[in-house]
Each structure stands twice: as structure tokens, then as C-alpha cells.
């Protein structure tokens, strides 16, 4: 079962206005990413991490910020919010194990700028 | 990026037997992923398959990879409404993991 939490599950905000998405995990997994997700369409991948004071961007160009601080913490901001930066936003972290590799996600952050 | 294909839509009606299929470009993969998405929630790992395996059972699922044609699927049986939601496969290479575009499955009482 993974433990990955996402705050908060559903926003509403202003054009212009600062938000950041926390997203926190107990599983102490190095790795960990984020995802925009528009509804029922694929993933794309904005920004992952391989550990502490590591931060890359993804495949998909995103106007976001993320940071690296402690292992299990990873929020993701955004300095001013356009109505364009409306999805789904959803976490993941992922373990190397014995047996596998694998990628446990959120329940993700609905964001809605209007 | 690696390119993982799924098609987009699927109807099957209760209780028959529901198969997803997915293909995928890199043959150095070494996972390969199944992930269900219920409407507003993350998705959620159902199972996966090691490279080196033909077929994966667990319960109601059964994952069957071809590596020679690169294809994956995954066979629900005795589909129930429960089961209506989206379907990712996923695969691992090169340390990185790529999504396909998600199935959506549909259950008809």
C-alpha cells in the first residue's frame, strides 16, 4: 500500500495568485515526480527528482516550480496562476526493491484557476 | 520518449471477460505496469510483469507479454461495474517510466 498524500485534493483560485501543491510520502523513496493530467487523458511528466537538492524538468515545458528539501516532502508552485494551468496535478514516488522498480502515486490535486 | 500504445476505448458487458491491450517500442524494458484510474483519483498499481515472464496471474487478472512483438494486454475476467475505469500500462527502461495513453473501460450492466 502506498503513502504518498496530496494537499489539497481540489482548488479554486484567482488569475495571478500563488499556489503551491504539497505532496508528501512515508515510504522514504528517493524518487519522486510530478504529473499534469487533463481529464481522461494521458500523463505528462513536469518535473521528477532523484533525491535531496535534486530537481529536473520532464517531458512537458511547465511554468511551475518544485523543490527538493527533505526526502519525503515535494511541493510544486506555481508564482501566478493562469487559467491554462487547469488539470489534475498528481505526485508519484517510486522504490527500487527486490522485486521491482515501481511507481506509487496520489490521489492527485485538482487545480481551477478562473 | 519511448512510445507505449493502448486504444482509447472499451465496452464490455458484466460479467463477461474484458482484454486491454498496450504496445510498447523499447525492448530494453525491464518492468512492465498495469495502473487503474477511477474518475477524480490517482492511479492506482494493479500489477506488474517482469520482462522475463510470459504471463502473470493474480485472481481476476491475467497479464500476458509477448517481448518478441512487444505487446502487453491484460484480461480482466468476470468483468464487474466496479471495473469501469480508466487502464494504464506502463513500462520501465532506461531507469525512467513511460505511460501509454490510458484505456477507458466501460462495463454494461
Known amino acids: 500500500e502506498a503513502d504518498i498524500y496530496q494537499t489539497p485534493r481540489y482548488l479554486v483560485i484567482g488569475t495571478g495568485k500563488k499556489i503551491t501543491l504539497e505532496c508528501s510520502q512515508t515510504?522514504?523513496?528517493?524518487?519522486m515526480y510530478w504529473y499534469q493530467q487533463d481529464p481522461g487523458m494521458e500523463l505528462h511528466l513536469i518535473h521528477y527528482s532523484y533525491g535531496v537538492n535534486s530537481t529536473e524538468k520532464g517531458d512537458l515545458s511547465s511554468e511551475s516550480t518544485v523543490s527538493r528539501i527533505r526526502t519525503e516532502h515535494f511541493p510544486l508552485t506555481l508564482e501566478s496562476a493562469r487559467p491554462s494551468h487547469t488539470s489534475q496535478y498528481l505526485c508519484?514516488?517510486?522504490?527500487?526493491?527486490?522485486?521491482?522498480?515501481?511507481?506509487?502515486f496520489g490521489e492527485g490535486s485538482w487545480l481551477t484557476v478562473v | 520518449g519511448e512510445d507505449v500504445e493502448q486504444s482509447l476505448f472499451l465496452s464490455v458487458r458484466e460479467g463477461d471477460s474484458s482484454v486491454i491491450n498496450c504496445t510498447y517500442t523499447?525492448?530494453?524494458?525491464?518492468?512492465l505496469y498495469w495502473y487503474k484510474q477511477e474518475p477524480g483519483a490517482g492511479l492506482q498499481l494493479l500489477t506488474y510483469i517482469f520482462s522475463n515472464m510470459d504471463m502473470k496471474q493474480d485472481q481476476r487478472l491475467t497479464v500476458l507479454l509477448n517481448k518478441k512483438d512487444k505487446h502487453l494486454s491484460l484480461r480482466i475476467a468476470d468483468t464487474q461495474t466496479g471495473d469501469s475505469a480508466i487502464y494504464f500500462c506502463?513500462?520501465?527502461?532506461?531507469?525512467?517510466?513511460?505511460f501509454g495513453t490510458g484505456t477507458s473501460l466501460t462495463v454494461i450492466p
Open positions: 508519484a514516488s517510486s522504490e527500487q526493491g527486490a522485486t521491482g522498480n515501481t511507481i506509487y
Open positions: 515510504m522514504g523513496h528517493d524518487k
Open positions: 523499447d525492448s530494453s524494458s525491464t518492468y
Open positions: 506502463a513500462e520501465m527502461a532506461g531507469n525512467q517510466f513511460y
